[in-house]
């Protein structure tokens, strides 16, 4: 079972240049998320969506759109790519009010120069 | 609004007991979770608490108090694998947005 599945695994990017993450899940859940991790400041939620058609801001949302066309895909857009942005990014998914389980990709590793 | 606090580190001997706490400001607050983190890795998830309690998993059990707004993930019988980073979790209702504490780096000594 793929899980979640997130790409690419790492990218160096341009200041100003805009740049998609993919995140696709194959378990049919109806939530996923997108957090940033970086160093002392733990994870934070940049945009989630409850079901496929619906999409809410997360603690830091500016800089960042997603969008939830179906059940299996939440991609990530930064329209215009600034140095911190720089982060490791991670997709997670769930199943709400079964068990609070969140399954996450194994991230994405994006550098804005 | 909703916050998680826990400790930045702790440090705990190999075969010990170690208790990780976690406090949280919100309202209405549904569950609270627990995840374990490698460096280099993705989170993986330990534990889920929905009601007030422990719950045991192993050498790993978690612990919600929703009166005192507050958690802890308890692990025995440390190994060295244990040690990670540890991010407790949670969020306002079924449907809303899941929010994590800063992280706790357990360190673990021989």
């Known amino acids: 079972t793929a899980g979640i599945t997130q790409a690419p695994t790492s990218q160096i990017l341009a200041a100003g240049r805009s740049m998609t993450l993919r995140c696709t899940q194959d378990?049919?859940?109806?939530?996923m998320y997108w957090y940033r991790q970086d160093l002392g400041l733990g994870l934070r939620l940049i945009h989630y969506s409850n079901t496929a058609g619906t999409t809410g801001k997360g603690e830091v949302p500016d800089g960042y759109s997603v969008s939830r066309a179906n059940t299996d895909d939440f991609p990530l857009t930064l329209a215009s790519a600034v140095p911190s942005q720089t982060s490791v990014y991670f997709c997670?998914?769930?199943?709400?009010?079964?068990?609070?389980?969140?399954?996450f990709g194994e991230g994405s590793r994006l550098t804005v120069l | 609004g909703q916050s998680l606090e826990q400790p930045s580190e702790v440090t705990a001997v190999e075969g010990a007991i170690v208790q990780i706490n976690c406090t949280y400001q919100t309202s209405g607050f549904y569950g609270l979770s627990w995840y374990q983190q490698h460096d280099g890795g993705a989170p993986t998830f330990l534990s889920y608490n929905a009601l007030d309690g422990l719950e045991e998993t192993g050498r790993f059990s978690s612990f919600l108090s929703r009166s005192d707004s507050y958690g802890y993930l308890l692990l025995q019988e440390l190994q060295m694998k244990d040690s990670a980073s540890y991010f407790c979790a949670g969020a306002m209702n079924r449907d809303d947005k899941i929010i994590f504490g800063k992280g706790t780096r357990l360190h673990i000594l021989p």
């Open positions: 378990m049919r859940h109806n939530a």
């Open positions: 997670a998914s769930s199943d709400p009010g079964l068990s609070g389980e969140l399954f």
